[in-house]
């Protein structure tokens, strides 16, 4: 499916001299670390008229392409009209991922804008996102693979917030952005929230929500409400009690306390001292018992309603590690003292704590309203 036309030898066709050119151009872009651009024919040729779909969702849907030196790609073609929903996440995954080079955050080799085509060319990660792993009955990676890829991805979202140029929020921490290579080596996927700010500010202003529902922080449906890298901490927390759980963090279907938010339940057993009985219910093995304890320390500490209460992500990375002490977490779903959030916990519709695709859900609808168990109903305006 994926080799280019036969031709007598000898001889290059059209399109195999084409590509032949591109990926000279592509290698010397690539060693200056500078993505390439590539055309719609280029990108054509390569997934072979898009023939073979990874994914979708989002913004739009991935596919595989192998380009003629043998190197294989995922292409995300963006869907939609030349608008400013599109225009945005362009800019922003072309302007971050382009900038920076970490092992936990996945290589962009370049990009298409054209008129009948905007994609976006990454490297193509063979085991796809941590949450067809992690929500599967089959235990397919242990307890101590995932920690250690909860450290990988704790490293790359630390690299973004603290050693770029420019520092660089996500807003999208969940597992489906988190793919796994060959090696189960966690790859942080999906800029496309991305926002840039210089070093020298510590917050930005934003005027809608971003990111997913049940992994967003709560700041973050707040209008006019100052956003730091913090709220990128509060997602990690939640990807933690997940990987915890091996589980959503609600679920209908779920045994025990199944209608009941899970980081919720698990401060409930922390705070009474029933960590027994959490290992149980998650069916964690003892010999990860340290493990686990040091997860959900941090996790607790990664969600606490005020901002600037949570952890910095390399920190979070040390604390995970075992190199520093935890200081034992309060809890974190008091009541904010604005009196914008709600101590009262209320449950979280499933329809939008629920997250099956590998790519960005974004809420834009100036109208909606939305609850979670550490924020009261707010309309956004």
Known sequence: MWLQPKCPPGMLTADSRFMTLTMDKFLNDMEREKPIRFTEQHLKIATDNYSYLLGAGGFGAVYKGVFSDGTIVAVKVLHGRLGKKV??????EVGTIGKIHHFNLVRLYGFCFERNLIALVYEYIENGSLDKYLFSQNKIIGFERLHE???????????????????????????GNILLDGNLNPKLADFGLAKLCNRENT??????????????????????????????????????FEIIGR????????????????????????????????IVACGIEEKSREITERMVNVALSCVHYRPDSRPIMSDVVKMLEGSVEIPKPLNPFLQFMDGNFTANPVHVPPSYTTDTSSSSAVVTDSSIVHATPTMGNVILD
Request: with cysteine; glycine share 8%; proline share 6%.
């Open 247 to 278: 589980r959503r963090n609600i679920e209908v279907d779920h045994v025990v306390e199944s209608q009941e938010w899970f980081p919720m339940w698990v401060w409930k057993k922390f705070d009474a001292g029933e960590f027994e009985e959490l």
């Open 203 to 240: 917050h930005l202003t934003m005027t809608r929500g971003r990111g997913t529902p049940g992994y967003a922080a709560p700041e973050l449906w707040m209008p006019n409400f100052p956003v730091t890298r913090k709220c990128d901490v509060y997602s990690f927390g939640m990807l933690l």
């Open 149 to 175: 890829i909860a450290v990988g991805t704790g490293k790359g979202i630390a690299y973004l917030h603290e050693e770029c140029q420019q520092r660089i929020i996500h807003y999208d921490i969940k597992p």
């Open 87 to 92: 225009e945005e996440q362009f800019m922003a």
